[in-house]
Each structure stands twice: as C-alpha cells, then as structure tokens.
C-alpha cells in the first residue's frame, strides 16, 4: 500500500520561515510532489522532486531525502497570501495519483 | 494549454437522486485522469483514475462510478446520492506519463439533501 504523513496544521508569522514535513510509504517510487490549495479553490502545482536534495522556485523550496522516505516544502518570507492548504503526492506506476491528508498554513500578522 | 472545463460549479441534489458530473481536458492526447473528492478540511480522496479510454480503475468501491467515453471526457456518475457523497469534487489531468505534475478543474461543491 502507500500512505503520506503530513501535520495537519502549521502557525507562522509574516515574514518567517516555514517547513512543511511530509514522510512516505510507498511500494515503488517515483518523486514527491507538493500542491498548494486555498479555501475554496482547486489545488495548484508547486514543485516535484525526483532526487534527493533541493529545489528552489523563488520563496518556496521543495527537499527530498529517498532513503528516509522523506521531503519537505520549505516557505521563506512569509507572507499572508501564503495561508492555505499544502498537500504532498506521490505518483505510482500504472497512473495512480496519491495525496497527503494536507497541512494547513497560517500565516499570523 | 492545460484548462480543464468542470461544471457545475455547486450542486444540490436530494437524497436518491442521480449525479451526472462531466470533465473535459484540452491539451496533449491520452492524458491520465483523475477524480478526487475532498470533504470540508480534509484530504483529497482519489475516486477513480483513467490512463486511456474505456479504462477505469477505481479506488473506493461505493455508489459512484467514471466512465471515460472519449480520450478527453471523463464522467463521474451515481445512480442514487447518500448524505455522505456530500462534498467537493475535482477532476484533474496528469502533465506527463509519471504524473509528476497534475492539473485541476475548478471543482463541483456537491450538497446532498
């Protein structure tokens, strides 16, 4: 089977800097992605990491650690617009599409 | 381009009613598509995915079902709605083979009366 472990919420102040923890189970993997969702809307395309390390898109990061089953989404320089729902997900082969249960952002003034 | 056409927008249906939910992709042939279902503050519950026409897998057996009647149309139906199909529904496309990256539809709020 597979599962995804997120923190279910997550409080940060403007400005700061925030990690977003996501561990994986999985029967053959492929990368780890990250989504962001606002209230009401449709979850949106954040970054994918195929490799274990790093990647930077502007203020958000994305990390991947395979042997730990492990990644995180990293945002810096918080700002409020940032308050929303950040799932991770893993693809399979075959098609399947899996998503963590979300960790909701709030970003205080 | 990458749009996803979802509607309606929100639903209210009666208990034992039918559902009729249609997507439909623009963008390369043979996308994978999904359909998810996310109750209030939750997850995203996949439904049932489909990586060619006429081909349908289906994760949560319960009273729904897809069918997948043209390369870009994905249909997501219910012969009779429970309290509990309540929900937001969003239909999504995969970027590549791998999916490493998923668009979606603006999503259905489906209301169960």
């Known amino acids: 089977g597979q599962s995804l472990e997120q923190p279910s919420e997550v409080t940060a102040v403007e400005g700061a800097i925030v990690q977003i923890n996501c561990t994986y189970q999985?029967?053959?993997?492929?990368?780890l992605s990250w989504y962001q969702q606002h209230d009401g809307g449709a979850p949106t395309f954040l970054s994918y990491?195929?490799?274990?390390g790093l990647e930077e898109t502007g203020r958000f990061s994305s990390f991947l650690s395979r042997s730990d089953s492990y990644g995180y989404l990293l945002l810096q320089e918080l700002q409020m617009k940032d308050s929303a729902s950040y799932f991770c997900?893993?693809?399979?082969?075959?098609?399947?599409?899996?998503f963590g249960q979300g960790t909701e952002l709030s970003v205080k003034p | 381009s990458q749009t996803i056409h979802q509607w309606p927008a929100t639903l209210v249906q009666p208990v034992g009613s039918p559902l009729s939910l249609e997507c439909t992709v623009e963008?390369?042939?043979?996308?994978?598509l999904y359909w998810y279902r996310q109750a209030a503050g939750r997850g995203l519950q996949l439904l049932f995915y489909?990586?060619?026409?006429?081909?349908i897998s289906s994760e949560v057996p319960q009273n729904l079902s897809a069918s997948r009647p043209q390369d870009r149309q994905f249909i997501l139906s219910s012969k009779k709605l429970l309290l509990s199909d309540s929900g937001f529904y969003l239909c999504?496309?995969?970027?590549?083979?791998?999916?490493?990256?998923?668009?979606f539809g603006q999503g259905t709020r489906l209301t169960v009366v």
């Open positions: 990491n195929a490799l274990d």
């Open positions: 999985t029967s053959g993997f492929y990368g």
């Open positions: 997900a893993v693809p399979h082969q075959g098609g399947k599409l899996i």
């Open positions: 489909s990586v060619g026409i006429g081909q």
């Open positions: 999504a496309r995969g970027q590549t083979t791998m999916n490493t990256e998923a668009f």
């Open positions: 963008g390369t042939s043979n996308p994978n």
